[in-house]
């Protein structure tokens, strides 16, 4: 009992005051984790969960007492005594000049960039277009950098804007990068590089010339790129979107559902976009879930066109006369079962078997066996990865 006691009193000594809120802390933790585990919101770009701190964007910079200069709080571990505070008027301002930097760093053009209305016409009609005829950022609305903006109310004119020098790639099956709305923060290198460990994408040149590159500076689809999206879901704006569009209609209500990953057994927990209906997105769980922790394959994450497609069965076919013809279920069963009894009486029971698959719940395959041992008498059960 003593030695519980000298426990829990040596953990009280770990404590960090945060806006004069006095919070305990386990060592190793950053500010922003101390911060996050007791709700109090300090903005990141660059920072991603489960990966190492790149400290690119610097827009989570708070003030510690006694030190001159402003603190990143995703990469600085908390302190015994520290004093923190993240919304004085030397961080907002700070982080005010920060996201206008960022803001007129290439095309985001969200109505939050300060233009007298001649350059903001043609800045416009430049972007529209360099995206080909989209009337909006395919993000709009879902950007984290369009957030913190309309948050801390940036303005942007004593800021010199960068145009991009760089084509948006469309040569990937499903990804568009769009260097012009990229802010090199970094977040799809650490999901590339050490969440997914595919090592597929880098930072490439300095200065005005930097980009975040592909191999030798490939398109994706010519890179080590398996498309499995982990960086498409970690970034904060619109700089990597799908080939094929979320949400075909903005105005429409768009439903999140989640539900486990058909694909395989593993059993990955997704949440699903559907718009009247049909599916528009995947993403991986957003509140870390095992067994994927937010993490999908290509298959889970953009092999769903499938589901809504036209040339989807609706009714059994059974071929006759050469000629697959609908039928009713009844038909169908009698057909399967007459057929089954048939080639057991003539050929004997081990001459069939049963195929399932790893896609389908574990109840279904003991049924499958159960039908297989009971009904066929067989002990010829397997199962296919491709079904």
């Not at 989570?60 to 990143?72: K, S």
């Not at 020098?165 to 799809?188: K, W």
């Not at 105005?251 to 949440?271: A, L």
Request: glycine share 6%; with cysteine.
């Amino acid at each position: 009992m003593l030695y519980i006691n000298v426990q829990k009193s040596e953990a009280m000594e770990h404590v960090i005051t945060i806006n004069n809120n006095q919070l305990s802390f386990t060592p190793g933790q950053t500010i922003l984790d101390v911060a996050a585990d007791n709700n109090i919101y300090i903005p990141t770009l660059c920072h991603l969960k489960h990966a190492s701190p790149t400290k690119t964007c610097r827009v989570c910079v708070v003030e510690m007492q006694g030190e001159d200069d402003l603190i990143e709080a995703c990469a600085t571990p908390a302190e015994n005594g520290m004093i923190i505070h993240s919304e004085s008027h030397r961080v907002i301002q700070e982080r005010k000049q920060i996201i206008a930097t960022l803001l007129n760093t290439g095309n985001h053009n969200c109505s939050i960039r300060n233009l007298d209305p001649q350059d903001w016409t043609q800045f416009q009609m430049n972007v529209h277009q360099a995206d080909q005829g989209n009337p909006l950022c395919p993000v709009w609305g879902d950007c984290e950098l369009q957030d913190l903006a309309y948050m801390y109310q940036v303005q942007t004119e004593a800021v010199d804007a960068v145009p991009c020098q760089y084509e948006t790639e469309r040569a990937n099956p499903f990804i568009i990068r769009d260097f012009s709305r990229c802010i090199l923060c970094g977040r799809c290198i650490k999901a590339c590089n050490e969440i997914q460990v595919n090592n597929a994408i880098e930072f490439g040149y300095e200065g005005v010339d930097a980009k975040i590159i592909a191999g030798n500076d490939v398109t994706l689809k010519e890179s080590e790129c398996v498309f499995c999206g982990e960086c498409l879901q970690a970034c904060p704006v619109g700089a990597l979107v799908p080939e094929q569009p979320y949400r075909h209609d903005r105005f429409i209500d768009t439903v999140k559902t989640r539900t486990t990953c058909s694909y395989c057994g593993v059993g990955c927990q997704m949440d699903i976009y559907a718009q009247n209906n049909r599916i528009v997105k995947i993403d991986g769980a957003d509140d870390d879930l095992a067994p994927n922790y937010g993490s999908l394959c290509v298959k889970g994450r953009f092999g769903y066109d499938f589901v809504g497609s036209e040339h989807r069965l609706t009714t059994p076919m059974l071929r006759k006369n050469g000629e697959l013809e609908p039928v009713s279920w009844d038909e169908a069963i009698n057909f399967v079962a007459t057929r089954f009894n048939e080639i057991k009486d003539q050929y004997g029971p081990d001459t069939m078997g049963v195929l399932t698959s790893a896609r389908i719940t574990n109840e279904d395959n003991y049924m499958s066996q159960k039908f297989a041992r009971g009904v066929l008498k067989t002990n010829n059960v397997d199962h296919c990865a491709r079904l």
